[in-house]
Structures are given as C-alpha cells and as structure tokens.
C-alpha cells in the first residue's frame, strides 16, 4: 500500500524505488522465426488457458473461459418443462450470441441466421451425447453462451464452456466434454490457432472429446485437407482435449471443495 505523509497543507505519496520492465509486446515476425508461429508457441502449444464456474449468480450452472483473447461466458438454465412435443428424453438447446465489441477492430453486429443456427446445433449435439438425457423426460435443457471477445478457437471454448456450466448446474452427466482446434498452416499441422493463423490455414478440424470415456462427440472439418493431414490434426486435438479435460476436472473440484 502507499504510505500517505503530510507535510504541511500538502500529502506526498512515498513510492517504493524498485523498477521494473515495461510489458511490451514482441514482435509477432521475430517470434515466427523461431516456431513458425506468430505468438511464439510450439505447434502443440495452447495459449494461456483460464476457466472458473459459478460466474452467473441467477443461472443453476454457468462457467467463463479464457483462452488468451478469446473470452467466452455460458449459462444453463433447465431441466425446465419442454414446450415441444412428448419426448422421453430430454432435449439440449443452445444459444449463442457474439457482444458487439467481440472482434478485434469490426463492430460485430449479429450472426448471418444460418451461420449462427449451425453452430448452435454443432454445440447442442457435441454436449447432449455426454448428458443422460433418459433421466429428463419432457425436459428442455437450454445453453446459452456469449462470446464476449473472438481471436480464434471460438467454438472450441464454446464447447467446453458449456460443458463446465452443464456439471456446475449438477445435471447428471457420462462425462464432461472439452473441445480444441488444429489447423494446417504451411503444410504443419497446429493446435489452437489464433485468428491471423486461422486467415492463413488451408484446412481446420475441431475435436470435442470425452478423455475419460475416450469417446469423441463432435468433429467439424472446414477447408481442403489430405486424409494424412486430417488424421494428424484430429491427433493433436484429442491430445490436446486430454489436456484440458484435466484442467476442467480441477475447477470443478476446486468449486465443489468451496461449496463444502
């Protein structure tokens, strides 16, 4: 704390007279040369990765992800009375919205319908496999997530916000699901790109995966791949997705030790 002394009429703020580095970003062409990435990392490297539940006091389940500057927030309301028709089984929706101020230097306004609506679906199939749903019948189990800042691997977070907010609302669940990225860029095959890599790519796959059931429940391929490369990207992301199935696994027993 800083210490206040008067002298006189006047207080003078006595500061400590350590010095430290001034943060300074490094130059994204120096750190390319030496990994052929443009923040520096390894191809099998994920940026710095943060998560916490219980964000959202009004929601029964809710979880942030952080994953250098792609922030995603999730809420789970439900089980609720389902207004569809009889159904024995309950049914996973999702809702997804990006923040105006989401995209770097571009007003992000909305989704184009169809776009917005096939990631909904992507999400909702990738997460429903891993909860029971026979336990919820004529239930509606409703996701909602907001992007609240995109640099790439959007639906990746989105995936496993929404899983991390499914257990933290206590649905009974197989497992819980985490979800990563790989992309090609110059013929090498590269985990989590960022969005100036994603510009660059010529192919990408998205795994979401059950670690502990080793079972996969999402896989969303866009651009031109060789099956090899293909291959070796749905490698990366499901060595990647163990990762950070661990670190979704240490949240939820950090939360649950706090609850006691």
Request: contains cysteine; aromatic residues 6%; proline residues 3%.
């Amino acid at each position: 704390h800083t210490m206040l002394h008067r002298t006189g009429d006047r207080f003078r703020a006595e500061f400590s007279h350590e010095t430290v580095a001034p943060i300074v970003e490094e130059d994204p062409e120096v750190l390319k040369e030496h990994t052929g990435r443009q923040d520096g990392r390894e191809a099998n490297q994920f940026r710095r990765l943060y998560m916490k539940t219980g964000v959202i006091s009004q929601a029964p389940g809710s979880a942030y992800i952080e994953m250098d500057k792609t922030k995603v927030i999730c809420g789970v309301y439900g089980p609720r009375q389902s207004p569809f028709e009889y159904s024995s089984k309950a049914k996973v929706i999702c809702d997804l919205k990006f923040a105006t101020f989401a995209e770097k230097d571009t007003r992000h306004t909305f989704l184009p319908e169809r776009e917005a609506q096939e990631l909904e679906i992507i999400i909702a199939q990738a997460l429903e496999v891993s909860v029971m749903v026979e336990k919820f019948p004529k239930s509606v189990i409703e996701i909602n997530i907001l992007v609240l800042e995109s640099d790439g691997g959007t639906l990746s977070a989105a995936i496993t916000a929404g899983s991390l907010a499914l257990a933290d609302a206590g649905i009974l669940c197989y497992d819980i699901v985490a979800c990563c990225s790989a992309a090609k860029i110059n013929n090498q095959a590269v985990l989590d790109p960022v969005a100036s890599e994603e510009l660059e790519q010529t192919g990408n796959v998205t795994v979401a995966y059950m670690a502990t059931l080793e079972e996969i429940t999402q896989v969303v391929q866009s651009g031109d791949l060789e099956v090899d490369t293909a291959i070796s990207c749905v490698d990366l992301c499901v060595s990647g997705c163990q990762e950070v199935h661990e670190m979704m696994r240490q949240q939820l027993k950090k939360t649950a030790s706090q609850q006691k």
